[in-house]
C-alpha cells in the first residue's frame, strides 16, 4: 500500500498531492512499469480521503500516460520510453511574450485532442474494406449518402439522442457548413433568417453569404429569446440549445416547448438545431435534441463527427423533415455526394462495431479530467474568488467573467503572460458584448493535460487574481 504524506493546510489540493508523489516515485522508477496500483477504494481508505480525490489524482495520471487505466481490472504504472518534459514551475520567470509570437497556451474552441484519435482502428477498418469491395469504392455513392451509413446513424440518433429518424430522412455531407448552405437553397433565400446573438460568427456569414437576409436574436439565462424572434419577422431561426455557443447556456424544456410553438404558430417556420457538441455532457443525464420534441416536422437537425473524432474528417449530416425531404428530392437530387464512398464506408463500419461509443466514452472521461483539472486549478489560484465560471457542466469550453475586470484588459494581459484567450464580444453581430457582461472564452479539448497547470498560473498572474 501506498503511504503517500498529505498535507491539508498546503495550498495544493490532495488530488494533487497525491498526483505528484505518484509520478515521482514512476519517473524516479521506484514504482515499476506494469505494478498494480491500489483500488481507489483501498487508497482511499488508508489514506483517509475521499475516493473521488483520488480518482482525480489517477485520471490524471492516466491522462499523462503515467498510469494504463485497464476496465475492471484497475491502474496499472506505463513503461516511459523518455523522461516527461520539464514543466516550468511558479517561481520561475515567465517571458515576456511577442505579438508576432504565437503564446504557448491557447485556449482556442476549434481544437480536440486528435492525438488520441483511433488510429490503429482506423486502419483495420480501412485494409478489412479495401480487401472486401476495393472495386465498389470506386463507384458513385447515393446523393444523400451511403444507405447503409445513414442506417448507422439513424440507430445512434435514436439510442443517444432521442430522435427518431428513418434513414431515407439523412443527408450527409462535408460538414455542416456546406449543409446549411444546402438548406438556404431548399427553404429559399426569401425567408428571413434569425440566429442567436452572441453565437458562432460563421453561421450568419453562411447564411448571408447564401443570400439570406439574417436578424440577430439576443439571449437571456434560458437560451434564445422567442419573443424577441417574433417581433424579428424572421422564419427560420439557427439556434444551439443544448450547448449555445459561446455562452453554454443549456435551453430548459419549457423555453424549447416556446421555440417549437413559435415555428407551429405560421406556415414555413422553421428551426435550425446544431447539436454540434452535446456528445460531451459532464454531469447528469445527456440533454435530449430539440428535434425529438417536434410534433409537426419544424426541426432540421444538424451534427458532424468533427469534435468526436477530427475537425479534417469533413462527414456531416443533417435530417430532414418528411415534407422538406419530399421537396429536396424533388429538386436537389441531381447533386452528387460531397463526402467520397471509401471515407463513409470505413465511417459505417466505425459505427456498426461499436467503436464509436467506445471512442466517445473515452474522449468524454478525458476531456472530463482536463475540465476537472482546470476548474480545480482556476479554484486553487482564485483564493478571493473573483472568478464567474460559466457553462462547464456540457461541451468544451466554458465562460469566464473577473471581477471589476474589462473584457480587453483579460485578453490582453492574457496575452502578454503567453496564454491566448477569446473575448466574448467577438461572438456579437454588433462587435461589442452588453457594458458589464463581456468575459473570455476557454475551449479547453486542444490544450494538453499537464500544460493546464501553468497555463492557469499564467492567467491568474495576468488577471491579477
Known sequence: MLTIPLDGRAASPLYEQIYQYIRREIESGRLSAGKKLPSKRALSAHLKVSQSTVETAYGQLAAE????????????????????????????????????????????????????????????????????????????????????????????????????????QIVVGAGSEYLLGLTVQLLGRAKGYAVENPGYPKTRRILEGNGAAVAPIGMDENGLRVDRLRRSGAEVVHVTPSHHFPLGTVMPVSRRAELLRWALEEEGRYILEDDYDSEFRFSGRPIPALQGLDPAGRVIYFNTFAKTLAPSLRIGYMVLPAPLLAVYRRDFLFYSSTVPSFEQHVLRRFLQEGYFERHLRRMRNQYKARRDILLAEFSRRDPGRKLQIQGADTGLHLLVRVCRKEEDELVSAAEANGVRVYGLSAYYQEGAAPKGKGGVVLGYAGLPPEKIGEAVFRLAAAWEL
Open 65 to 168: 500516460g503515467y498510469l494504463l487505466a485497464r476496465p475492471r481490472s484497475g491502474y496499472y504504472v506505463q513503461r516511459l520510453e523518455a523522461p516527461p518534459p520539464v514543466l516550468r514551475t511558479e517561481s520561475s520567470p515567465l517571458p515576456e511574450a511577442s505579438a508576432a509570437q504565437t503564446p504557448p497556451f491557447d485556449f482556442s474552441t476549434s481544437g480536440v485532442d486528435t492525438g488520441r484519435f483511433p488510429f490503429s482502428v482506423w486502419a483495420k477498418l480501412t485494409r478489412e474494406i479495401l480487401c472486401e469491395d476495393a472495386r465498389g469504392l470506386l463507384q458513385s455513392v447515393h446523393p444523400q449518402g451511403d444507405p447503409a451509413l445513414r442506417r448507422e446513424i439513424a440507430r445512434y440518433l435514436r439510442d443517444y439522442r432521442g430522435i427518431l429518424a428513418s434513414p431515407d
